[in-house]
């Protein structure tokens, strides 16, 4: 074993960017692994229904052909984790794409180890079936219905399948859906290096400088990995990393900082020293990891739930604004009374701005009375678009001339910024599953496969 | 005298820790307004459930972090992320209420 394992992540989320300047100096620095994140379940479940990217095609190529070129003429490693924002094989492929295209117009060779995440319901209905399948709490026990309405079922990967990527020797490992600190820890714990401190670096790493101060999604962040401490560097001479900005990356995102749950155990934190070890480095210790008694895996799936067409208005009237909650039950009556001999399914719902917009049921103030005026989205969801579009157009009609009591601006209630008015939003998508697969192979959902780069 | 909760933090914020929960992190400036607040009990269910107007079943927890001088209090969210009815995707505008928040912590 080397002394020191040392890494460099390229940015929060690939497609983010990174300023070259610290790009460089991270290579300087002479890498063993050139990694980044590439997905995060937080822009909601569209993109995993969809298939599609919550990162922009452009941007995405940008961060990858740099840590491409820098990979292959420096010969480090370079690991892509959950691929296309969701890591389902539509997300996989589209980043494979953009791979295929850098490869080509830089003239560049090299292989990539694909390893795919999505997992297919029938398999999933199977495992279910055994009783495999658990609720990962506060999340609702899974049905067979939600199972055959996803669209797509990813696992999330824990480190065993990019170790077994990494003998296959390929320049670029791009996975699909991955435990985030998994990118990171695998190479060093194939190496022998500690399963605790490396898991805890790729942690902090996966959301690159976001762990300095001050913070950014945006910039480069070290790791030096020995064999009983890490340490974290910022790159850039805007920021630093300090005990307090490093310890407060732990909370990020989680609900507790002390015990985090991950593919085949528990990281636990609760003896972690952080010291400052001067020139910007600080220094971490006594991460630990407790494998758990049942390997699991983390499933993610979202299905589509109907098409959704918005409105988007405004009232500057005080009168309609202390109505406006008689105002939008008037409305959703009407609506529903018009097309009540139709049976049609859908939901009709009103976000008010100045009001509850914002935290909507945890809103501790939702007055109006101070206020002098409001946003108001009206959002209908409905089982096809047009339906959706019916269900917008008439409760925005309905409500621009709504009779509500003490009315005295009887020309229009709304006061529309577009013309049109109304917008199609297109598909809607909700997290079908949330859940944990029981396995004892940490390996067996995972397909792996290399791809040589020019294509013969 | 009253202490105000934006005057000792550093950082009062809130986001989703999965799509089925929020937690919010109260980053204090120093280690003895942390520990003042935090041995005061201040930062307890009944004001969560008060500021939130949620039943205390709804908080999954409120605990301390020392190392980063933090505070850390996370509930459920009232729907699953993204779901229709959601106001906020990411839960990273949940944390206003605690903005305003200031305690006695003299007396405690």
């Known amino acids: 074993m080397k002394n020191e394992f040392k890494i460099l992540s390229t940015t929060a989320i690939l497609g983010y960017g990174f300023p070259l300047e610290s790009f460089e100096a991270g290579l300087a620095k002479k890498p063993d692994l050139i990694a980044a994140d590439a997905g995060s379940t937080d822009p909601g479940p569209y993109y995993l229904g969809s298939g599609l990217s919550f990162t922009d095609r452009n941007a995405v190529k940008r961060d990858l052909k740099l840590m491409l070129q820098a990979g292959l003429k420096h010969k480090i490693p370079v690991i892509i984790g959950t691929a296309g924002g969701s890591g389902a094989e539509p997300h996989l492929n589209w980043c494979f794409e953009i791979v295929k295209e850098i490869a080509a117009e830089e003239k560049l060779t090299f292989r990539t180890a694909l390893i795919h995440a999505e997992i297919d319901r029938k398999t999933v209905l199977a495992q279910w079936e055994q009783g495999n399948v658990v609720p990962l709490d506060p999340a609702p026990p899974l049905t067979e219905a939600a199972i055959n309405a996803s669209e797509h079922i990813v696992g999330q990967m824990g480190v065993e399948p990019f170790i077994e990527a990494l003998d296959l020797n390929c320049e670029l490992i791009l996975a699909g859906r991955a435990y985030d600190p998994s990118v990171f820890a695998a190479m060093p714990i194939k190496l022998g290096y500690d399963r605790g401190l490396a898991l805890h670096l790729g942690k902090i790493l996966e959301c690159a400088a976001i762990c300095a101060s001050p913070g950014s999604g945006s910039d480069c962040m070290f790791g030096t990995l020995a064999e009983d401490w890490f340490e974290l560097q910022a790159l850039s001479p805007a920021r630093k990393c300090t005990t307090v900005s490093v310890a407060a990356h732990t909370l990020y995102e989680k609900s507790n900082p002390y015990l985090l749950p991950g593919p085949g155990g528990m990281l636990d934190l609760r003896a972690c020293q952080f010291s400052d070890m001067g020139e910007g480095r600080i220094r971490v210790t006594g991460s630990k990891f407790v494998p758990s008694a049942q390997n699991t895996i983390k499933l993610e799936g979202a299905r589509r739930v109907g098409f959704r067409t918005v409105s988007i208005a405004g009232t500057r009237d005080p009168i309609m604004i202390r109505e406006i909650d008689n105002i939008i039950a008037g409305v959703k009556e009407r609506v529903a009374d018009n097309y009540k001999s139709e049976n049609w399914d859908y939901q009709l719902n009103f976000i008010v701005y100045g009001r509850d917009g914002v935290m909507g049921k945890l809103e501790p103030t939702p007055d109006t009375s101070q206020v002098h005026e409001l946003g108001i989205i009206i959002e209908a969801v409905a089982e096809t678009q047009e339906l959706s579009e019916t269900v917008c157009a008439t409760a925005r009609s309905t409500m621009l001339h709504y009779g509500y009591p003490g009315r005295i601006a009887t020309a229009g209630n709304l006061a529309f910024p577009f013309s049109p008015s109304d917008f199609h939003a297109g598909a809607v998508y909700e997290f079908s599953v949330y859940h944990l697969l029981q396995t004892d192979d940490p390996l067996k959902f995972f397909k792996i496969e290399t791809v040589s780069l020019p294509a013969a | ?108």
Not at chain 2, 5 to 18: E, F, H, P, Q, T
Not at chain 2, 85 to 90: A, H, K, M, N, P
């Open chain 2, 1 to 108: 005298m009253k202490t105000r909760l934006i005057d000792i933090a550093d950082v009062i914020r809130s986001k989703n820790s999965g799509p089925y929960e929020l937690t919010m992190d109260i980053i204090f400036k120093t280690v003895e307004d942390f520990e003042r607040v935090w041995n005061a009990g201040v930062i307890n269910e009944a004001l969560i459930s008060q500021v939130y107007q949620i039943d205390p079943d709804q908080i999954l927890s409120i605990l301390a972090f020392p190392p980063a001088k933090a505070i850390k209090i996370t509930i459920k969210r009232p729907i699953c992320s993204g779901n229709i009815g959601e106001t906020d995707v990411y839960g990273a505008q949940q944390h206003a209420p605690l903005l305003s928040l200031s305690f006695d912590l003299n007396q405690a």
